[in-house]
C-alpha cells in the first residue's frame, strides 16, 4: 500500500498540491501542464514522476502524447481524506484560483479545435475519407434497431446483405435464381452459422414461399433483373403478412445501355413515378419513395428508395 507518510509529504509541496487540483478535475497532458503550471519540462516531469510512484497519480500514452490523471477512489482508497485537507489548503496556494481559471480556458481551445474542425469539414463530411466512418459500419448500427421479423432477401445474390440482417431477423429467407448463387450464399451462411439463414432457388416472379409468411420483402437491386417487374411486385405482396412492408431499392432511370449486356440488366432503372405505380397496383399503401445516393462518377447511377405497407 502507497505510504500515507510520503503523500502527506509529496502534497506539502504547493506544485505538487497545484498538480493534484487540476488533475482532480481534468486529465492533462504534459504540455497543458506546463502552460498552466508555467514551469519547465523538466521540472514538471519529476514531479509527476514522484506522484506516480506514491499512487497518488496515473498516466497513458496517446500517440506522441502522455496525459496524466488522477487516480481512482479504488487506486488510492487512503487519498480521499487529504484531498479533503488539500481542497481546505487551496487557500494557502496563491496560484491555485489563476490555474483554474487556465484550465478553463484551456479546456475552451480544446473545445473550439474540435469545432473548427468539423466546421471546416461541414458541406464536405460526406464526400471525403473519415477514419472509423463506413456504410458498412452504419448498416451495422441501424440493424441493432431492426426488430426479430422474418425477412425475405429477394435476388438475394450472394448474400451479404441476407447474412447481415440474419445477426438480427427472426428468420431470412434469401431467394436466388442462379444455382451457383444459392450454392455460394448457402455455404457462406453454413461458414458463419446462421442458422437463421436459409437459402431458395426459385424466380422473383413465382417465389418459393408460401402466402403470408414474412413480415419484410426486400428487392434490393434485383426488380430491374425481373422480366415483369409488376409480377414480382405481386409476389412480394403475396408473401407478406397483413401489417408487412416492401422495400425495394433500386436504380433511377438512366440512359446507359451497356448494362444491359455488362450487368444483364432487362430494365434500366425505374422512376420514381413508374415505382409508385408499381406499388400502388399490388395493392401496397403508404407508398413513399426518394433518390437516397447519386454517384459522382459517370455514368451517374441514382439509387432510388421505394417502400410500402400490406393493409
Same mark, same amino acid.
Given at each position: 500500500?502507497? @505510504?500515507?507518510?510520503?503523500?502527506?509529504?509529496? !502534497?506539502?509541496?504547493?506544485?505538487?498540491? =497545484?498538480?493534484?487540483?487540476?488533475?482532480?478535475?481534468?486529465?492533462?497532458?504534459?504540455?497543458?501542464?506546463?502552460?498552466?503550471?508555467?514551469?519547465?519540462?523538466?521540472?514538471?516531469?519529476?514531479?509527476?514522476?514522484?506522484?506516480?510512484?506514491?499512487?497518488?497519480?496515473?498516466?497513458?500514452?496517446?500517440?506522441?502524447?502522455?496525459?496524466?490523471?488522477?487516480?481512482?477512489?479504488?487506486?488510492?482508497? #487512503? #487519498?480521499?481524506?487529504?484531498?479533503?485537507?488539500?481542497?481546505?489548503?487551496?487557500?494557502?496556494?496563491?496560484?491555485? &484560483?489563476?490555474?483554474?481559471?487556465?484550465?478553463?480556458?484551456?479546456?475552451?481551445?480544446?473545445?473550439?479545435?474540435? =469545432? &473548427?474542425?468539423?466546421?471546416?469539414?461541414?458541406?464536405?463530411?460526406?464526400?471525403?475519407?473519415?477514419?472509423?466512418? @463506413?456504410?458498412?459500419?452504419?448498416?451495422?448500427?441501424?440493424?441493432?434497431? !431492426? +426488430? +426479430?421479423?422474418?425477412?425475405?432477401? !429477394?435476388?438475394?445474390?450472394?448474400?451479404?446483405?441476407?447474412?447481415?440482417?440474419?445477426? =438480427?431477423?427472426?428468420?431470412?429467407?434469401?431467394?436466388?435464381? @442462379?444455382?451457383?448463387?444459392?450454392?455460394?450464399?448457402?455455404?457462406?451462411?453454413?461458414?458463419?452459422? &446462421?442458422?437463421?439463414?436459409?437459402?431458395?432457388?426459385?424466380?422473383?416472379?413465382?417465389?418459393?414461399?408460401?402466402?403470408?409468411?414474412?413480415?419484410?420483402?426486400?428487392?434490393?437491386? @434485383?426488380?430491374?433483373?425481373?422480366?415483369?417487374?409488376?409480377?414480382?411486385?405481386?409476389?412480394?405482396?403475396?408473401?407478406? =403478412? +397483413?401489417?408487412?412492408?416492401?422495400?425495394?431499392?433500386?436504380?433511377?432511370?438512366? +440512359?446507359?445501355?451497356?448494362?444491359?449486356?455488362?450487368?444483364?440488366?432487362?430494365?434500366?432503372?425505374?422512376?420514381?413515378?413508374?415505382?409508385?405505380? !408499381?406499388?400502388?397496383?399490388?395493392?401496397?399503401?403508404?407508398?413513399?419513395?426518394?433518390?437516397?445516393?447519386?454517384?459522382?462518377?459517370?455514368?451517374?447511377?441514382?439509387?432510388?428508395?421505394?417502400?410500402?405497407?400490406?393493409?
Amino acid at each position: 500500500m502507497p @505510504s500515507i507518510l510520503k503523500s502527506l509529504r509529496l !502534497l506539502a509541496d504547493s506544485t505538487r498540491a =497545484r498538480i493534484v487540483l487540476l488533475l482532480e478535475k481534468e486529465e492533462l497532458s504534459v504540455t497543458e501542464l506546463q502552460e498552466i503550471l508555467g514551469i519547465g519540462q523538466s521540472t514538471l516531469s519529476t514531479q509527476l514522476a514522484q506522484l506516480k510512484q506514491a499512487g497518488i497519480v496515473g498516466d497513458r500514452r496517446a500517440g506522441k502524447n502522455i496525459f496524466y490523471r488522477l487516480n481512482t477512489a479504488d487506486d488510492r482508497p #487512503f #487519498f480521499a481524506p487529504l484531498a479533503a485537507v488539500l481542497k481546505q489548503a487551496v487557500a494557502e496556494i496563491p496560484e491555485a &484560483a489563476d490555474d483554474q481559471e487556465a484550465l478553463r480556458l484551456l479546456l475552451v481551445r480544446r473545445r473550439d479545435k474540435m =469545432r &473548427a474542425y468539423f466546421d471546416e469539414l461541414a458541406g464536405k463530411f460526406g464526400r471525403q475519407y473519415v477514419p472509423g466512418r @463506413s456504410w458498412k459500419g452504419l448498416a451495422e448500427m441501424l440493424l441493432t434497431l !431492426l +426488430p +426479430p421479423l422474418v425477412i425475405a432477401d !429477394l435476388g438475394a445474390g450472394e448474400g451479404t446483405l441476407a447474412l447481415m440482417l440474419a445477426r =438480427r431477423a427472426q428468420k431470412v429467407i434469401a431467394v436466388d435464381s @442462379s444455382e451457383k448463387m444459392v450454392e455460394f450464399g448457402a455455404g457462406a451462411a453454413r461458414r458463419q452459422k &446462421a442458422r437463421n439463414l436459409e437459402y431458395r432457388r426459385g424466380d422473383l416472379e413465382a417465389l418459393p414461399i408460401a402466402g403470408e409468411a414474412v413480415d419484410l420483402a426486400l428487392l434490393s437491386q @434485383s426488380l430491374h433483373h425481373a422480366q415483369h417487374p409488376d409480377r414480382a411486385v405481386a409476389e412480394a405482396w403475396r408473401i407478406l =403478412r +397483413p401489417g408487412g412492408r416492401i422495400l425495394v431499392l433500386d436504380l433511377v432511370k438512366h +440512359p446507359f445501355e451497356e448494362a444491359r449486356e455488362m450487368y444483364a440488366d432487362l430494365w434500366l432503372g425505374f422512376t420514381e413515378v413508374e415505382l409508385q405505380r !408499381l406499388l400502388r397496383k399490388a395493392g401496397f399503401r403508404r407508398v413513399e419513395t426518394s433518390v437516397v445516393h447519386r454517384e459522382t462518377e459517370a455514368p451517374h447511377f441514382e439509387t432510388v428508395l421505394a417502400t410500402g405497407i400490406r393493409p
